[in-house]
């Protein structure tokens, strides 16, 4: 079992900037990988980015190539988002998520990011 503590949501204006961080414990020795969706009010859920543990390798959701950037620290079991350039489609509740080697994913609690135009 992984549990997922999430924080850096917020209100920022368009154009600003945020970083959300997402604190792992539990069975984080089984990391495959960990990352970020989103869902925004009427809206699925959907991918934003993730980092395969192993080898530091990232991926990103088209809509946010090149705005966001997922990292990690590894002694402290955290992965970060920074988020720049946010647009007025980013807002929604943004959730960490953990996946281990078996294929079990575990979710955080979410944290909501409110952009203003």
């Known amino acids: 079992q992984v549990q997922l503590v999430e924080s850096g949501g917020g209100l920022v204006q368009a154009g600003g900037s945020l970083r959300l961080s997402c604190a792992a414990s539990g069975r984080t020795f089984s990391t495959y990988d960990m990352g970020w969706y989103r869902q925004a009010p009427g809206k699925e859920r959907e991918f934003v980015a993730s980092?395969?543990?192993?080898?530091?390798?990232?991926r990103y959701a088209d809509s946010v190539k090149g705005r966001f950037t997922i990292s990690r620290d590894i002694v402290k079991n955290t992965v970060y988002l920074q988020m720049n350039s946010l647009k007025s489609e980013d807002p929604a509740v943004y959730y960490c998520?953990?996946?281990?080697?078996?294929?079990?994913?575990?979710w955080g609690q979410g944290t909501q990011v409110t952009v203003s135009s």
């Open positions: 980092l395969t543990w192993s080898i530091d390798s990232t």
């Open positions: 998520t953990h996946t281990s080697h078996s294929g079990r994913r575990s």
